[in-house]
């Protein structure tokens, strides 16, 4: 097998028989297979199988029940699953023409690249296949902001936000990628150095159905990328920023209507520890959860902490003020970053740790090194 042509799709049964068709028709003298990742709550998965009891190719399903990674996890599936170590990875809505696959398998048989990428900005390529005007500047927007917060790895890169690409899956560590979302290319990009090429081509409109794009989507790229960028620390920080703007949100909504401002104090802490804990699950920590213990003890966990931490932090603040003679707003300043800093360590280390972990002779240096990891990693090198 020359070429493993990777699909993922999610309720996208219109277009199989039209996308087997003409991806049949265009990899005429390459040895190749398709590999739909189906994600489907609809009748895709009844139509692949239709399709592939008479494609001309070797057609097969990998049906998940459970949607782990997202579109990101559907690809990495597929390259599990491949039969040959060239993957090309496109979309199911044929908005990817695979008219094009053999100009992308021809730069990739030369020999000299890991990745050859699809573009939309280079070359004669073109993006006329977004719905509106709004969102070709929402994607020339985010590929701009994308390629400036990576300008090492991705300076030759056009088009890294496409999920249009051929790469040679022995180039991919799978061990270092966590796929959050749809931008699986990015993931791998951001992670590893890879000799790339890029070959321009039309974005086309869908043959059928609808665009899953939304502003859900939008919310997950933001967290993939900054993740990607900065670690965890970066969302861990970002996540307390949003809280203490709900915070002083809450605290004024209820000094507002009447309740004294002790109450209100206490009663937007503990939303905002709360609500801090919900998106620390989702965005920050979802790759550690399954090996931590239950949901309800995590919680537990956290909660307790961050109001402890916060009846430490107060006296603190009013001796550094009362006694040392420091600025109430500079003092306040030193107590939450030494705050942040310490919740970020509990979680990382004592919320979110594997269940049954073992006390090891060395544990101190352990702790310090999953700590570097956890804040640190995978930024840009």
Same mark, same amino acid.
């Given at each position: ?35 739909? %990742? ?22 097969? /399903?990998? =049906? ?33 023409? *695979? ?5 992308? &398998? ?20 073109? #993006? @006329? ?6 969102? %070709? %500047?929402?994607?020339? #927007? ?57 070959? *321009? ?35 861990? #920080? ?8 709900? $915070?002083?949100?809450?605290? &004024?909504?209820?000094? @507002? ?6 109450? #209100?104090? %206490? ?8 609500? $801090? ?18 949901? &309800? ?17 107060? *006296? ?30 509990? =979680?990382? /280390? ?5 269940? $049954? ?8 240096? @352990? ?15």
């Amino acid at each position: 097998m020359q070429l493993s042509i990777i699909v993922p799709t999610f309720n996208e049964a219109p277009n199989i028989a039209e996308l087997v068709r003409r991806v049949t028709a265009a990899v005429g003298g390459i040895d190749a297979e398709i590999i739909f %990742v189906d994600d489907s709550t609809d009748s895709t998965p009844d139509e692949i199988r239709k399709v592939s009891a008479s494609a001309a190719l070797p057609v097969r /399903l990998i =049906h998940r029940d459970r949607r782990s990674g997202g579109l990101g996890g559907a690809v990495l599936e597929g390259f599990a699953a491949a039969e040959s170590d060239a993957c090309l990875v496109m979309d199911g809505d044929l908005q990817h023409p *695979p008219e094009d696959i053999p100009a992308l &398998w021809a730069r990739f048989a030369r020999g000299d690249v890991d990745a050859v990428i699809g573009s939309r900005y280079a070359g004669g390529g073109t #993006a @006329h296949g977004l719905a509106d005007r709004s969102r %070709v %500047v929402v994607s020339k #927007a985010a590929t701009s902001l994308t390629r400036a917060m990576f300008p090492i790895r991705l300076s030759e890169v056009s088009d890294p936000m496409t999920g249009f690409f051929l790469i040679d899956r022995r180039a991919v560590d799978g061990a270092t990628l966590k796929p959050r979302g749809f931008k699986i290319l990015l993931e791998i990009l951001a992670r590893r150095n890879l000799r790339v090429a890029e070959v *321009p081509f039309d974005f086309a409109d869908r043959h059928a159905g609808e665009s899953k794009a939304s502003m859900r989507q939008g919310l997950h790229f933001a967290v993939q990328l900054t993740a990607l960028r900065f670690g965890k620390m970066s969302l861990f #920080a970002l996540i307390g920023v949003v809280g203490a703007v709900v $915070n002083l949100a809450i605290m &004024w909504g209820l000094i @507002h209507v009447g309740v004294g401002y002790i109450v #209100a104090a %206490v009663i937007a802490a503990e939303v905002t520890i709360v609500g $801090n804990f919900l998106l620390q699950e989702r965005f920050v920590f979802q790759d550690m959860r399954d090996s931590a213990s239950g949901v &309800w003890l995590r919680f537990a966990k956290s909660f307790s902490f961050n109001n402890a931490e916060a009846l430490v932090r107060i *006296p603190v603040l009013a001796l550094m003020v009362q006694t040392w003679h420091i600025s109430a707003v500079v003092a306040a300043a030193i107590t939450l970053v030494v705050a942040f800093v310490v919740r970020f360590m509990f =979680h990382s /280390l004592v919320v979110y740790a594997p269940r $049954n972990a073992g006390v090891e002779p060395s544990r101190a240096r @352990h702790l310090v090194e999953e700590l570097d990891a956890q804040s640190m990693s995978p930024g840009e090198l």
